[in-house]
């Protein structure tokens, strides 16, 4: 039986970058891109107006109460037709290109209509002084040209699209997304549209482990439910194995029973274990293999278990896999508001909720009865981390959190 961190180790060292692809902009969201991404021109690529307003020279209004002529009008996406002048105010809106000759843009809000004779031109009041600069957004002043906007490895976001749009990457680099097959073993198991019987539970790690690989970036596919038999899990495995799926997911059939055949199995398979147990709570039967490129995870069958130590050795695995620049989810440190106890002499992750105050971050315990309760899994948006040598934490304790998916969710 390894550590928590010596078995990520061992599952990195086994994990090869996938070949990268490219794939439309409305298809690259949640993607992890693999090719820097750089400015192609100026940005913004003049001096824009950052306000409705009018384009004024400050020499012109450096106190309040100045009267200008308006000598035309520029709208967005459109080029001014002339310069402005001296005594001079042009129209100008949002977003447009300020016209040469003016330094600055005063909002419409601080201007009113002079009144003038039937002849004259018309004229525009400004109620406030207009320093040099004023409303407008430099040319280059967000990025200038060939500047790098995006690295790879980050997994592109709602933010990022609009950057990729804004330098006409309509086609983006990212990396293929991973095959994942996902097999749930156990005769005690059924599916979630079905009716157990007094001694089964419905199929949670299927859903949930899909939904897993989905958020890690990978393509699920469900191989549905292979009950305790050997010959049945080997012909399972065999198909993924034959597929060529990048990664196979098993919930089940890892420990020591009499019906645990998953490593017998894979053994016979050729796939060659590197992990057989880890000092983790919940989900110390967990097991690693790799035959050729195609990582395999035995991950135990109670939910809470499986959704751990899928969070802590196939995620980053996945992520890895993509190229990703960021692989592990960054802990982060609270105040415990109640007592844990850890007597596992393991790592234990606890659920908590996680609540930021004025004085900082906090964690509450939830009330759980172990690797089964996805209950008060699922109410939790964090985990504690326990260490092997800290049995007990008390309320006011400073200690490490791992941030669930439902950290930031609102």
Same mark, same amino acid.
């Given at each position: 039986?390894?550590?928590?961190?010596?078995?990520?180790?061992?599952?990195?060292?086994?994990?090869?970058?996938?070949?990268?692809?490219?794939?439309?902009?409305?298809?690259?969201?949640?993607?992890?891109?693999?090719?820097?991404?750089?400015?192609?021109?100026?940005?913004?690529? *003049?001096?824009?107006?950052?306000?409705?307003?009018?384009?004024?020279?400050?020499?012109?209004?450096?106190?309040?109460?100045?009267?200008l002529r308006i000598s035309g009008e520029v709208r967005a996406g459109a080029w001014p037709d002339r310069r402005v002048g001296e005594g001079e105010a042009m129209r100008i809106m949002?977003?447009?290109?300020?016209?040469?000759?003016?330094?600055?843009?005063?909002?419409?809000?601080?201007?009113?209509?002079?009144?003038?004779?039937?002849?004259?031109? *018309?004229?525009?009041?400004?109620?406030?002084?207009?320093r040099a600069g004023q409303n407008i957004v430099p040319r280059g002043s967000e990025a200038r040209a060939g500047m790098v906007l995006l690295r790879e490895g980050i997994r592109i976001g709602v933010p990022h699209l609009a950057v990729l749009a804004s330098v006409g990457v309509a086609d983006p680099q990212v990396s293929r997304?991973?095959?994942?097959?996902?097999?749930?073993?156990?005769?005690?198991?059924?599916?979630?549209?079905?009716?157990?019987?007094?001694?089964?539970?419905?199929?949670?790690?299927?859903?949930?482990?899909?939904?897993?690989?989905?958020?890690?970036?990978?393509?699920?596919?469900?191989?549905?439910?292979?009950?305790?038999?050997a010959e049945k899990t080997r012909a399972a495995i065999q198909l993924a194995l034959d597929q060529g799926h990048d990664a196979i997911v098993l919930s089940g059939g890892v420990s020591a029973g009499d019906f645990d055949f998953v490593e017998e199995v894979l053994g016979q398979l050729g796939v060659t274990l590197h992990v057989t147990a880890v000092r983790v709570k919940p989900g110390a039967p967990f097991v690693f293999g790799t035959r050729g490129p195609t990582l395999v995870f035995?991950?135990?069958?109670?939910?809470?278990?499986?959704?751990?130590? *899928?969070?802590?050795?196939?995620?980053?695995a996945l992520l890895k896999m993509q190229g990703a620049g960021r692989i592990f989810r960054p802990l982060l440190e609270a105040t415990l508001e109640a007592p844990l106890a850890?007597?596992?002499?393991?790592?234990?992750?606890?659920?908590?909720?996680?609540?930021?105050?004025?004085?900082?971050?906090?964690?509450?315990?939830?009330?759980t009865q172990g690797s089964g309760d996805i209950v008060a899994h699922a109410l939790a948006n964090a985990l504690a981390v326990l260490e092997p040598d800290r049995q007990d934490a008390v309320a006011g304790d400073r200690l490490l959190l791992f941030p669930l998916s439902s950290f930031l969710e609102v």
């Open positions: 039986m390894i550590s928590v961190d010596e078995a990520q180790t061992v599952v990195l060292g086994h994990v090869s970058t996938l070949p990268a692809e490219t794939v439309p902009l409305a298809r690259a969201f949640s993607r992890i891109l693999r090719a820097q991404v750089t400015a192609d021109r100026d940005q913004p690529p *003049f001096n824009r107006a950052a306000m409705d307003g009018f384009a004024v020279r400050s020499v012109d209004a450096a106190e309040p109460n100045a009267r949002t977003g447009a290109p300020v016209p040469e000759g003016a330094d600055a843009v005063i909002q419409v809000e601080r201007t009113k209509m002079a009144e003038v004779a039937a002849e004259g031109p *018309f004229e525009v009041l400004l109620d406030a002084s207009v997304a991973p095959r994942v097959a996902v097999i749930v073993t156990g005769d005690e198991v059924v599916d979630p549209g079905g009716q157990p019987t007094a001694a089964q539970i419905r199929n949670a790690n299927g859903p949930a482990l899909s939904a897993s690989v989905r958020a890690a970036g990978g393509v699920p596919t469900d191989f549905g439910i292979v009950p305790d038999d035995g991950l135990p069958g109670n939910p809470v278990s499986a959704q751990v130590t *899928f969070e802590l050795f196939a995620r980053p850890n007597r596992s002499a393991r790592r234990n992750y606890l659920p908590v909720i996680a609540t930021q105050g004025q004085g900082g971050l906090t964690a509450r315990p939830l009330k």
